[in-house]
T-cell receptor, first 111, second 117 residues
Framework: DQQVKQNSPSLSVQEGRISILNCDYT??????FLWYKKYPAEGPTFLIS?????DKNEDGRFTVFLNKSAKHLSLHIVPSQPGDSAVYFC??????????FGAGTRLTVKP | NAGVMQNPRHLVRRRGQEARLRCSPM?????VYWYRQLPEEGLKFMVY????????ESGMPKERFSAEFPKEGPSILRIQQVVRGDSAAYFC???????????????FGNGTRLTVT
């Protein structure tokens, strides 16, 4: 029962360009959405979040967009840097013990 | 600046043995969560604990798996009679005790990679 889906397992972009990572969810009870970043051999680290009362949240180079009607969110990274190369997990929750993660998208930023 | 500490980082067990995974939450955090990541899959919730209490274990397999978070010491995820399908990365996360839990991003440890041979 995959309630959070990241349909692109990988994404490759050129340094300086925009990276767009997508995430879809099915559970309309989700009201809080997060993106985590994971480097190899490390745990996921929190990157940015958005609550369902907003449609955009920006933090430096990172912006998360939420489209509730489409049950879709995306993470924009601009400009992309080689150090952004990692696996990005989308997560959604209605309560902390109901936080569901997507399968992740591996981003490669080429210099 | 101690984050969430998990040990061991790597654990190899033969089929039928027991695996014990330990997790010390961040200082000041009293909520602990265990997640499992199978190859090519996302993180799957297993169990949510507070000190001396299991709050939600709906993601735990019904048999062979147990978790505890005693008053003193780390949280332990215990897998008895391991099988090859238990091979995965097990991540522990913690969150503060104040505020709305689901608005507090989880802080993850670096995980324990369990390999069952």
């Amino acid at each position: 029962d995959q309630q959070v889906k990241q349909n692109s397992p990988s994404l490759s972009v050129q340094e300086g360009r925009i990276s767009i990572l997508n995430c879809d969810y099915t559970n309309s009870m989700f009201d809080y959405f997060l993106w985590y970043k994971k480097y190899p051999a490390e745990g996921p680290t929190f990157l940015i979040s958005i609550s369902s009362i907003k449609d955009k949240n920006e933090d430096g180079r990172f912006t998360v967009f939420l489209n509730k009607s489409a049950k879709h969110l995306s993470l924009h990274i601009v400009p992309s840097q080689p150090g952004d190369s990692a696996v990005y997990f989308c997560a959604a929750s209605a309560s902390v013990n109901d936080m569901r993660f997507g399968a992740g998208t591996r981003l490669t930023v080429k210099p | 600046n101690a984050g969430v500490m998990q040990n061991p980082r790597h654990l190899v067990r033969r089929r039928g043995q027991e695996a014990r995974l330990r997790c010390s939450p961040m200082k000041g955090h009293s909520h602990v969560y265990w997640y499992r990541q199978l190859p090519e899959e996302g993180l799957k919730f297993m169990v949510y604990l507070q000190k001396e209490n299991i709050i939600d274990e709906s993601g735990m397999p019904k048999e062979r798996f147990s978790a505890e978070f005693p008053k003193e010491g780390p949280s332990i995820l215990r897998i008895q009679q391991v099988v090859r399908g238990d091979s995965a990365a097990y991540f522990c996360a913690s969150s503060p005790s104040t505020g709305l839990p689901y608005n507090s991003p989880l802080h993850f440890g670096n995980g324990t990679r369990l390999t069952v041979t």
